[in-house]
Each structure stands twice: as structure tokens, then as C-alpha cells.
């Protein structure tokens, strides 16, 4: 959700304003990532260990649905793969927006210019981490209560 409300009225790379305010993305960035992290990271592995529990349990019991949770803890776990693969790069490009990170080759002014298409293809990404999650719950719920 924070994201979205980064790039509200995001200025065009020809704008003089861009460079200030792909500035501040960067600089807002990694606050924002730090605290959804935090808040989410242990929530996730939480989750995919209860999905993990309940699977074992109900295989030890004989029971068909521990297929359903292992399912579950399985696609957990591809969030976890997505974050490392997918999203850390884009999270790395949103900090360096900042200017703290540079090689002399231009390469903050040429993030500068790409600040608002980075920020979107991370919401685009971030969907993912947002479905799993909504699948895996439903999926539980369904087993849960009529299985």
C-alpha cells in the first residue's frame, strides 16, 4: 500500500522536479521496506510452518487433506524464492534512487529516469506475495471447514 502512495502524481523524467523526487523515493524507500519486512517476514514463516504442521499431522493421521496443507506450505515457500529472485533487485534500484550507491558511470541519473517504471514493476511483483498468501488461506479455510 505504501508504494502506490509513493508515486501519486509522479513527475516525468523531464520534468525538473523528477530528479528531487526520485530522490526522495529512494530515501523513502528503504524505511518503508524495513518495517513491511519486519511486520511480514515472520508472519509468512509463521504461516507456511503451520501449513507444515497440519500437513504432517494429517498425513501421521491417515488423513487425504494433508495434501491440501503441504500445497499450501509449498506455495509459501515460493513466496519466499519470488522475494529473493524477483524483488530484491527491484528493492536494491529503489534505494540506489537515493544517490548513496553509484559507480561514476551515471548510473543513480539513469535509475532516476526509470524511478517511477522500477516502483510499478515492484507493485506488479509485489502481487504475487499478496495472492499466495490469499490462496493458501482460502484453500485452508475450504479444508478446515467442509473437508
Not at 503441504?70 to 524483488?87: D, Y
Amino acid at each position: 500500500m505504501t508504494l502506490p502512495a509513493l508515486i501519486v502524481d509522479f513527475p516525468p523524467p523531464s520534468s525538473p522536479e523528477h530528479s528531487q523526487r526520485a530522490t526522495l523515493l529512494g530515501k523513502q524507500w528503504p524505511v518503508c521496506w524495513v518495517v513491511g519486512n519486519n511486520f511480514m517476514r515472520p508472519i509468512s514463516a509463521f504461516t507456511t510452518l503451520g501449513y507444515s504442521f497440519v500437513g504432517l499431522s494429517l498425513y501421521r493421521a491417515n488423513s487425504a487433506n494433508w495434501k491440501w496443507f503441504a500445497l499450501c506450505a509449498a506455495l509459501h515457500l515460493t513466496v519466499l524464492f519470488h522475494s529473493a529472485i524477483n524483488m530484491q533487485p527491484l528493492n536494491a534500484k529503489l534505494t540506489a534512487l537515493a544517490g548513496t550507491t553509484s559507480d561514476g558511470k551515471g548510473t543513480v541519473a539513469k535509475n532516476q529516469d526509470q524511478a517511477e517504471a522500477t516502483a510499478r514493476k515492484w507493485i506488479k511483483g509485489n502481487l504475487y506475495r499478496v495472492a499466495i498468501p490469499l490462496i493458501t488461506g482460502s484453500i485452508a479455510i475450504w479444508q478446515t471447514m467442509f473437508a
